[in-house]
């Protein structure tokens, strides 16, 4: 689908900007985190020449931070790239503008077999037209799952989990390789064999070049006597090991360990300083968050959901666009159905 908006800060007459992704939702060809993000930039010239001095784009994701004051929401810009520039556009004329960008190991999946989670990304297009800037409006972007992502869920699936939500989550977690400012939580209802000691499990990819880091954590039930508890626990895995293991014996002892876990990461400090992947190895290691949710102040990135723009954080009637975006991205396809 393609978006136009005519650059405001030009006014009537100046060039119209359309970009194209190749990764739209719906289009069955969902980008990759870690993979290349292509398209095109379609620009019209206006009533005049315009010297165009940089084509860029942003990704944008939609998060969530809690705060004392309540849940927050906001946009982060999480990567930028200039894809194009230094060329006058004659009036009336137009250029296209092909790029292929490499999206960050950390991308968050928006959706699986095609079917959205929930979670809202999408570029920007920036243009730099005769010394001033103007955005341009959202395209939204779809991002499927690693293959090792893809295991590891579809294993979760085989053994009874269920999905329930999606979210990104403004903060870190300690004692990883986390790079992002922002992690995502799938959260999962429990398989029937774990109902009795859980509530629910969410879990966090945190992809890189060499693996997969696969944070757990369980909302564990109190006893008769006994509150119930949060537990965090790690595992990593290389790229390579989706064709040779056995991912459903492999993460139900992921899960068997989780719920045997008797540590709150309550009680751990709020960062790690160890190397998470000294050695490349595969096993269990302790984690802890130390974003919203986690019992963790985060008193920049609330400051930038509620006051503007701060730290990356872009002020939060943002989000409503991006709202309205995709509520109308649905209405079309609904009309179409209809």
Known sequence: MVFKRLLGSLGVGGPTVDTVLDAAPGSGNAASPGGALTGRVHIKGGSSDFDISEITLELIARVE?????GEQ??????????????????????????????????????????????IVLGVRT????????????????????LPAQEAVLEALGRLGFGFRSADLEYGR?????????????????????????????????????????????????????????????????SHEDVATRDWTAEVDGWVRQLVEHRASY?????????????GGHHGQQEGHRSGPGMG????????????????????????DEVGDFFEGDDEEDEGDEG
């Open 65 to 69: 931070a809690e705060t004392d004051g």
């Open 73 to 118: 929401h906001g946009t982060v810009a999480f990567e930028r790239y200039v894809v194009g520039g230094g060329f006058r556009l004659g009036a009336e004329t137009e250029q296209v503008v092909p790029f292929s960008v490499v999206l960050p190991w950390e991308t968050p999946v928006s959706e699986l077999y095609g079917q959205p989670l929930g």
């Open 126 to 145: 920036e243009l730099a037209v005769a010394g001033a800037k103007d955005k341009g409006d959202l395209d939204p972007l779809a991002v499927g799952p």
């Open 173 to 237: 977690i300690g004692g990883t390789g986390q790079q992002l400012p922002f992690y995502q939580e799938i959260e999962l209802s429990p398989a029937p064999q774990y109902a009795h000691a859980v509530n629910e499990i969410e879990v966090t990819f945190l992809a890189h070049p060499g693996g997969l880091e696969v944070v757990l954590e369980a909302d564990k039930r109190g006893g008769m006597f006994t509150p119930g508890h949060d537990a965090l626990t790690r595992f990593t895995v």
């Open 266 to 278: 309550g009680t751990h400090a709020a960062y790690g300083h160890h190397d998470p992947y000294a």
């Open 296 to 319: 963790t102040a985060i008193a920049a990135g609330a400051a930038g959901l509620a006051v503007g723009v701060a730290g990356g954080l872009v002020a939060a009637e943002v989000v």
